[in-house]
């Protein structure tokens, strides 16, 4: 269940399934996870420095995290087309025809309509936190 208790604030529970265990030791089997809670706050912090979204608290438990999030809607909208490239090829491959661009390649307008698409819906993708 996510509760909104502000326009860009989200408050949201993840839980694990299936009795699997996200950090600790798991009762069951004596097995520790307890590095995971390392992997994790570095993965929100990587998150929260290359997306619009502020990770304002979180807590880890076992089976489950909660997090507290603020999109930052006019940052994102504050960011140049490079930036907005930059901040996407952090975590994912760019398009072949977003490369070109950056280089100066693309040089019909069809092909700079395109990317200026493709950099709008990435631009939106960085404020949402699905």
Known sequence: MELITHSNMWVSPNYCVRRTFLCGIDSLTG??????????????????????????????????????????????RNWTEQEV??????????PVLVERYET????????????????????ERLTDIS
């Open 31 to 76: 097995k520790d996870y307890s590095h995971r809670k390392q992997w994790i706050a570095e993965r929100l912090a990587l998150l929260a420095k290359t997306f619009a979204i502020d990770v304002c608290a979180y807590s880890l438990m076992s089976n489950h995290m909660h997090t507290v999030l603020f999109i930052n809607v006019e940052q994102s």
């Open 85 to 94: 490239i930059k901040r996407w090829g952090c975590l994912f491959t760019l």
């Open 104 to 123: 100066g390649q693309c040089v019909s307008d069809a092909e700079q309509d395109k990317v200026r698409e493709t950099i709008d819906l990435f631009r």
